[in-house]
């Protein structure tokens, strides 16, 4: 099993949409978890963090943390073409030793 | 202070040549991570230093790679006798850690390494 699971997609969805994506982890001494955008051939960019149980928004991004289920998703309302791209999910573990995991992350297309 | 900058952007050696990269963190930031990233996967963890010191290191991390940040600023990456499974992205992330900052990672921009 991974540490850190994410459906490699592609996902597709229309152009206002609501996209869904998901990630798992499996260390459950994991306390701080971030999502990142990143283009073809960039380097990846932070778009959102949470550490607490529940929602957190940031403009068109929602982040969701479930720590019981092991879970965490973004959303992204109203996609844009310009929001294609692939989102890593990545879980920091802060019992000492290496910190951050990455999955492999999600390609979305969005059509407009 | 635009970011996390790396150094050289593109990278093309022959087998068995050595190279070295080279970033430069944000400025106040006080851990370096180097990662690799290979085509569909996301980034690989290599070693990260907090200051000065390298706390850890990859098991992926052969002997022939070599990582320092010698004055607790920029860091090299270094890798001897190069590989064509080497050949990948090559990116640097710094954060800042400390009481009352949760961590958070900012990368730069990659070196992009192609061993033929």
């Known amino acids: 099993q991974k540490e850190v699971e994410q459906n490699s997609g592609p996902l597709s969805v229309p152009e206002g949409a609501i996209a869904s994506l998901n990630c798992t982890y499996s260390d459950r001494g994991s306390q701080s978890f971030f999502w990142y955008r990143q283009y073809s051939g960039k380097s990846p960019e932070l778009i959102m963090f949470i550490y607490s149980n529940g929602d957190k928004e940031d403009g068109r991004f929602t982040a969701q943390l479930n720590k019981a289920s092991q879970y965490v998703s973004l959303l992204i309302r109203d996609s844009q073409p310009s929001d294609s791209a692939t989102y890593l999910c990545a879980v920091n573990r802060d019992t000492g030793g290496f910190k951050t995991i990455f999955g492999a992350g999600t390609r979305l297309f969005v059509k407009a | 202070d635009t970011g996390v900058s790396q150094d050289p952007r593109h990278k093309i050696t022959k087998r068995g040549q050595n190279v070295t990269f080279r970033c430069d963190p944000i400025s106040e930031h006080n851990r370096l991570y180097w990662y690799r990233q290979t085509l569909g996967q996301g980034p690989e963890f290599l070693t990260y230093f907090q200051n000065e010191a390298q706390l850890e290191k990859s098991r992926l991390l052969s002997d022939r790679f070599s990582a320092e940040r010698p004055k607790g600023s920029f860091s090299t990456l270094e890798i001897q006798r190069t590989e064509q499974g080497d050949s990948a992205m090559y990116l640097c992330?710094?954060?800042?850690?400390?009481?009352?900052?949760?961590?958070?990672?900012?990368f730069g921009p990659g070196t992009r390494l192609l061993v033929l």
């Open positions: 992330a710094s954060s800042l850690v400390g009481l009352g900052h949760q961590e958070t990672q900012y």
